[in-house]
């Protein structure tokens, strides 16, 4: 019987070159931002004079009405609205979060609320040469007709809205983006807000002295009446076409469906083209996927069992991710996979345990890279003192140095991740820059040694020996997110600089020293050591060395 090689999914023959259409998308829609706020700038104005806003306005012609504006800002509209289109038509399911929803109904409602506007001023420019500036486009919102200024007035904030949810899914996974998130919010809804205000100011200003800003009338059009309900038509026209897609393909797909069987006599029958993660979805079988279906992690992956044989090869994104963490044979992630044929497979991170299963379905299990300063504190000897006391004491004097331990980190800006024995663990620079969160590491060791100072001070009767510590500061890039199984639940951090911080706070151990301070830590604290002693670190699993300052007296840093 002739044997079939498999080969694993990360080593499938490449498809063709990608075209970047989230890349694209993104930068079509951050010219239209960039449209919005100039002329929400320009608006502003009216909060001076009608004069300046006119003033204003020359500027604003200028960018955008020069050939490389108009082409740039139009394409871009037009751009915007295909892909926004395509990412409709692509939708296997409407299924999706609210904010998703509201971002891409926003986007798809823009055109049919600015029509009026543009074929008003640009079209009408384009068409006669006629050029209204903002005495003849306030007095017509604001006087003539101010139930027409409302619906622009609506459309501007809308179209800001839309523009304002793109900007937060692309900056929501940066590092910096949690400290910089309530100035940005701050800037997000002060712009419409001047925006209108001052749009209001010009109008109160126009009506007190509308012989001042008497107007010329335009000049007559045939082809002007016809734009209006023409755009209508073929905007609409476009997304009706979407629709009428989308039930076409799905209608076809339909009558090609195809079973995902899963363990325990689990099937999903979905039509063919769907993924096994949406299948899952749809059938309600629990299955992990912490980056929500984008290919970004592995949690969803899938071992296929049975059919890998003639299925559709992984894309760039899923070999990408498939090879990192070196995937075994048959290995697909299920976000990814969309079979053409039936399947069976199991999902390798299994859901089967309560805890995980509420984790999944809260959305609580969300990761993110950050770069993050790590403390690692422990009592030295201490073992060797809870042999001589009864074991109330013992939970007293711990309590007593954990509360020390913890009002120093969170007064320097820290957050306590763990207690372990008589350690402790502290992150920084989960909402500030990693300069900030080394400052605030360093702050908190010495707040530390301060509190066991006036510990060992308020309790000298009670010890033999003075309680020391060994502590160590470090600073990188952690997996930080809600680790953990059913109440045992919390916010912590996994990755090579929790490992590395473990291991020099063991090198301050064998050192019989009070600190030991990793060079990438130092060095973002702006810290100068060169008068210290410097010592090579070698650690388990990690390729390269780790230079680190070595500190008998942590004290000796606030002199």
Known sequence: MKQTETRPASEAAAPGPRIPWREIRLTSGL?????????????????????????????????????????????????????????????????????????LILGLSLPFLLIGHVTGTRIEWTLTGHDSGYPEVVRNLWLLSPEVGARQAAALVIAWLHGCLGVYFWLRPKPWFPAYALLLYTAAVLGPVFALLGFAEAGQEIAGAPERFATRAAPASDLLPLVGPGLYAVFGGLLAATFAARLIRSANLWSRRVQIRYPNDQVATVPAGFSVLEASRIAGIPHISVCGGRGRCSTCRVRVIEGAEGQPPPTAQERGTLARIKAGPNVRLACQFRPSRSVTVVPILSTGRNGMTALVRAGRAQGQEREVAVLFCDLRGFTSLTEKRLPFDTVFILNRYFEAVGEAVEDAGGYIDKFIGDGVLALFGLRTTPQEAARQALDAALRIKAGLARLNEDYASEFEHPLRIAMSLHAGPAIVGQMGYGQATSLTAVGDTIN??????????????????????????????????????????????????????AGSLGR
């Open 31 to 103: 010219v239209l931002a960039a449209f919005l706020l100039t002329h929400f700038s320009n608006h502003a104005l009216g909060l001076v004079s009608v004069e300046a806003m006119e003033a204003g306005r020359a500027w604003f012609n200028r960018l955008w009405r020069n050939p490389v504006g108009t082409t740039l800002l139009y394409g871009s509209l037009l751009l915007h609205f295909g892909l926004a289109l395509q990412a409709l038509y692509r939708r296997r399911t409407l299924r999706m979060p609210v904010r998703e929803a509201a971002q």
């Open 500 to 553: 590395a911080a473990s291991r020099l706070e063991g090198l301050a151990k064998e050192l019989d020293v009070e600190l030991v301070i990793s060079e990438d830590l130092a060095t973002l604290a702006g810290l100068d050591l060169s008068d210290r002693n410097r010592q090579i670190v070698s650690i388990r699993g990690r390729a390269a060395p780790l230079g680190s300052w070595i500190i008998p007296e």
